[in-house]
């Protein structure tokens, strides 16, 4: 069966500090990784998406992650926090792309 | 970029009775649709895959005939709680598949059973 962890139910950070949250998966196969992010009352929205070729992923809003297959990691970075950054973080995986696995989200809090 | 809604957002009703809550992919047509649940503070738990035109395939622990699912169109899918509880009031969250792998989520539907 497959799993996500993701480390630290709760981060905070100051304004313009590095963002890390971090996930790990437990796969026999490298999987599809995800990572949404969501805001209060909201649904989710995805930030970035690993399926095949370059490991390290951009997405949207400053927000990078880097598939480790030896670590069976896909932590996500941002070098520069924004109050606006401040939400529900959800790492995901993925096994053939047709059922989804989810972490239990890390909440970021962003300091003025 | 692709857009999932839900209606309603929010409903309240009283224990007993059974609420609908519709999905639509407004802009892209889903075969495949998830139903989430999701407690505050915590992750989604899938509930059930909808495949259109066929019958939905539901995780383990998750009551068929009171969570009903209904894909009948490439655009909509339906959950219904039937004879819902307070036990039951949650925020559940449909997603609709794109292009293999890519989940577009709707917006969510608070539901509250008093």
């Known amino acids: 069966a497959q799993s996500v962890t993701q480390l630290g139910s709760h981060v905070s950070v100051s304004e313009g500090a590095l963002v890390l949250l971090r996930c790990n998966y437990s796969?026999?196969?490298?999987?599809?990784l995800f990572w949404y992010v969501q805001y209060p009352n909201q649904g989710l929205q995805l930030l970035l998406k690993y399926t095949t070729g370059a490991t390290l992923v951009k997405g949207i809003n400053g927000f990078e992650a880097e598939f480790k297959k030896s670590e069976t990691s896909f932590h996500l970075t941002k070098p520069s926090a924004h109050m606006s950054d401040a939400a529900e973080y959800f790492c995901a995986v993925s096994p053939t792309g047709n059922q989804f696995y989810f972490g239990t989200g890390t909440s970021l809090t962003v300091i003025p | 970029g692709a857009v999932v809604s839900q209606h309603p957002s929010w409903v309240i009703c009283k224990s007993g009775t059974s609420v609908k809550i519709e999905c639509r992919s407004l802009?892209?047509?889903?075969?495949?649709m998830f139903w989430y649940r999701q407690f505050p503070k915590q992750s989604l738990m899938l509930m059930a895959t909808?495949?259109?035109?066929?019958?939905?395939?539901?995780e383990q622990g998750v009551e068929k005939d009171k969570f009903l699912i209904n894909h009948a169109s490439l655009t909509l899918s339906t959950l219904t709680v039937t004879s819902a509880h307070p036990e039951d009031s949650s925020f559940y969250i449909c997603s609709a598949l794109l292009q293999g792998n890519e989940q577009y989520f709707g917006p969510g539907t608070r539901l509250t059973v008093t």
């Open positions: 796969s026999s196969v490298p999987p599809y």
């Open positions: 802009d892209f047509q889903a075969t495949t």
């Open positions: 909808s495949n259109e035109g066929s019958k939905a395939t539901y």
